[in-house]
């Protein structure tokens, strides 16, 4: 089956950089949430979009941005990297409404140096 | 918003032993109570779930019981094996249209031999 799918799996950028990050849900899914996991931390939410539109939004610095296109994928755009913003981003993605479990990509290692 | 606290923040046991992680979360609208279970470097995956209507569910070694009066939750792992050694995260939500995930802590389980 389908699963989430992250790009890319591993980014190093250097301090003041810029980055993007891409996320495919599985298909039919229209709810994406991004989390940010610091080593030995536990997985913190960003931001949602539901039905391409922004559902939620958590701990999310004013340096990122995200969206959610037509085709329900997602980008997430953080600028002027910083050596705290080192850490495994995850994607995941659910049917909104009901009861759905939400299902992890694979994450974004992303290393600031 | 939800908050979700998770207790103990590490578990060690011997194998065969059973395993206890609890939760508590402090929305009480929260409906839905998934647990995952993450290796290092990896994604989180679901174990188990559970609905506000039901008050225990099981899975072959995995049992979640929730109290909604007590806002609390946990999870019982039967006859540790040592590839039950994991991260595992509580986690709670409202099943409304772009709900998210607000998960607990995480408890290193460490299974030993």
């Known amino acids: 089956a389908a699963g989430v799918i992250q790009s890319p799996r591993h980014l190093i950028k250097e301090k003041r950089e810029t980055a993007t990050l891409k996320c495919y849900p599985i298909?039919?899914?229209?709810?994406v949430y991004w989390y940010q996991q610091g080593p030995g931390q536990d997985p913190q939410f960003l931001i949602s979009?539901?039905?391409?539109?922004?559902?939620d939004k958590g701990s999310i610095p004013d340096r990122f941005s995200a969206q959610q296109f037509s085709d329900y994928h997602s980008e997430l755009n953080m600028s002027s990297l910083e050596l705290g913003d080192s850490a495994l981003y995850f994607c995941?993605?659910?049917?909104?409404?009901?009861?759905?479990?939400?299902?992890f990509g694979q994450g974004t290692r992303l290393t600031v140096v | 918003g939800e908050n979700v606290e998770q207790h103990p923040s590490t578990l060690s046991v011997q194998e065969g032993d059973s395993a206890v992680i609890k939760c508590t979360y402090s929305?009480?609208?929260?409906?839905?109570f998934p647990w995952y279970k993450q290796e290092l470097g990896k994604r989180p995956q679901l174990i188990i779930d559970i609905r506000s209507n039901v008050g225990e569910k099981k899975d072959q070694r995995i049992a979640v019981t929730l109290n909604k009066t007590a806002k609390h939750f946990s999870l019982h792992i039967t006859e540790t094996q040592p590839e039950d050694s994991a991260v595992y995260f509580c986690?709670?939500?409202?099943?409304?249209?772009?709900?998210?995930?607000?998960f607990g802590g995480g408890t290193r389980v460490l299974v030993k031999p």
């Open positions: 986690a709670a939500s409202l099943t409304a249209a772009g709900n998210k995930l607000t």
């Open positions: 979009f539901y039905e391409k539109m922004q559902s």
């Open positions: 995941a993605s659910s049917l909104g409404g009901g009861f759905t479990e939400a299902f």
């Open positions: 929305d009480s609208a929260s409906n839905y």
């Open positions: 298909p039919r899914h229209d709810t």
